[in-house]
């Protein structure tokens, strides 16, 4: 008796052919991760670049005397945003139905966790207003306010409350000096309208449209802005600046879940896990020509990577 047998497998043609597919697409699945990869960094390398352009002709145009030696210092004269920022659709919102949210977590080794930039130019004299709300979730030791003279995020004023107390300061190198502290309660959910009218010889601090307090001394201009500091969780609205004439920003007709397009700009903190080093030194040993360096690094799976770029700047 004859048996048939019916076996069903896989034929030597067929196992190679499948290997030689999947060899292939390893191959392709490899490629494209190399483009990516590639695309990645190249994306970085502009950033840098920019980065560290910015940085160089920002610190070429300083006054002579500014330029102070210093090696692989934070980057200086250049302000950035910093910290989780978006416009949300809230309650409270003041006027509308819209508020300028930070949110809580980050910080700066300055006890920063948010400072966003307003879209202006940099002056002193001036009439800078905002409403500002902690919420309740903030942690203990929270402070909320407004910024001005700003430089960068070790060089600026700002006018803050904290559940106890009402704080002007001046931040020079990193270091905050109190001009001005009112010991008041500030409760959590509850808006405080904030003011400081500034000139080059001083600065009136007035809360819910009452003077509290005329500082006088030298002032510095700079950029304005909104601050958060030790983890606060804030809304901001209605702000307005009056100099040359007045500018204002409710946040109502921007588009919830991101920061105003007015008021993004890219910065250093927007890439992550960068740094930015700034070296001045006297070149060739002579006190009266700088040779100013920024250099720009980044994490990458090859690496660190960095961009460098240098100038020379005469003092004649």
């Given at each position: 008796m004859?048996k048939?047998?019916?076996q069903?497998g896989?034929?030597?043609?067929e196992?190679?052919a499948?290997?030689g597919?999947?060899?292939?697409m390893?191959?392709?699945v490899?490629a494209v991760?190399v483009l990516?990869?590639?695309d990645?960094?190249?994306?970085y390398r502009s950033?840098?670049a920019?980065l560290a352009q910015?940085?160089?002709?920002t610190?070429?145009?300083?006054p002579?005397?500014?330029l102070?030696?210093r090696?692989?210092a934070?980057?200086?004269w250049?302000p950035y945003?910093y910290?989780?920022?978006?416009?949300?659709t809230?309650?409270?919102?003041?006027?509308?139905?819209k508020v300028y949210?930070?949110?809580n977590?980050?910080?700066?080794?300055n006890s920063?966790?948010?400072?966003?930039?307003a879209p202006f130019s940099?002056?002193?004299?001036m009439?800078y207003?905002?409403?500002?709300r902690?919420?309740?979730d903030?942690p203990?030791?929270?402070?909320a306010g407004m910024t001005?003279?700003?430089?960068?995020?070790?060089?600026?004023?700002?006018l803050?409350?904290?559940?106890?107390?009402?704080l002007?300061?001046?931040i020079?190198?990193g270091?905050a000096?109190?001009?001005y502290?009112?010991?008041?309660?500030f409760?959590?959910n509850?808006?405080?309208a904030?003011?400081?009218?500034a000139t080059?010889?001083?600065i009136?601090?007035?809360?819910?449209?009452l003077?509290k307090?005329?500082?006088?001394g030298?002032?510095l201009?700079?950029?304005?802005?909104?601050?958060?500091?030790?983890?606060?969780h804030a809304?901001?609205?209605d702000?307005?600046?009056?100099?040359s004439g007045?500018t204002?920003?409710?946040?109502d007709?921007?588009?919830?879940?991101?920061?105003?397009d007015?008021?993004?700009r890219?910065?250093?903190?927007?890439?992550s896990g960068?740094?930015?080093k700034?070296?001045?030194?006297d070149?060739?040993g002579?006190?009266d020509i700088k040779q100013?360096?920024?250099?720009?690094?980044?994490?990458e799976f090859q690496?660190t990577?960095n961009v460098?770029?240098t100038?020379?700047?005469s003092k004649y």
């Amino acid at each position: 008796m004859r048996k048939i047998f019916n076996q069903s497998g896989t034929s030597l043609i067929e196992v190679t052919a499948a290997i030689g597919i999947a060899g292939i697409m390893v191959m392709i699945v490899g490629a494209v991760s190399v483009l990516i990869a590639m695309d990645r960094g190249t994306k970085y390398r502009s950033w840098a670049a920019s980065l560290a352009q910015e940085e160089l002709e920002t610190a070429f145009n300083q006054p002579f005397a500014n330029l102070t030696n210093r090696a692989n210092a934070d980057f200086a004269w250049v302000p950035y945003n910093y910290g989780s920022w978006q416009v949300l659709t809230s309650a409270s919102a003041l006027s509308g139905a819209k508020v300028y949210e930070l949110k809580n977590g980050d910080s700066l080794p300055n006890s920063i966790s948010g400072l966003a930039l307003a879209p202006f130019s940099q002056t002193a004299a001036m009439t800078y207003e905002a409403s500002v709300r902690a919420v309740s979730d903030s942690p203990a030791g929270w402070r909320a306010g407004m910024t001005f003279g700003i430089i960068d995020h070790n060089n600026y004023y700002r006018l803050s409350f904290s559940s106890t107390n009402l704080l002007l300061e001046q931040i020079a190198s990193g270091t905050a000096t109190t001009l001005y502290t009112l010991s008041q309660s500030f409760s959590a959910n509850t808006w405080y309208a904030l003011k400081v009218i500034a000139t080059s010889a001083s600065i009136q601090v007035w809360v819910d449209g009452l003077l509290k307090n005329t500082y006088n001394g030298t002032i510095l201009g700079g950029e304005i802005g909104l601050i958060g500091l030790n983890g606060v969780h804030a809304y901001f609205d209605d702000a307005s600046i009056t100099a040359s004439g007045t500018t204002s920003w409710n946040f109502d007709s921007d588009a919830a879940g991101l920061p105003p397009d007015s008021w993004s700009r890219f910065g250093l903190y927007d890439f992550s896990g960068a740094i930015g080093k700034l070296t001045i030194a006297d070149y060739g040993g002579d006190p009266d020509i700088k040779q100013i360096t920024a250099r720009m690094e980044w994490p990458e799976f090859q690496g660190t990577r960095n961009v460098t770029l240098t100038t020379l700047k005469s003092k004649y």
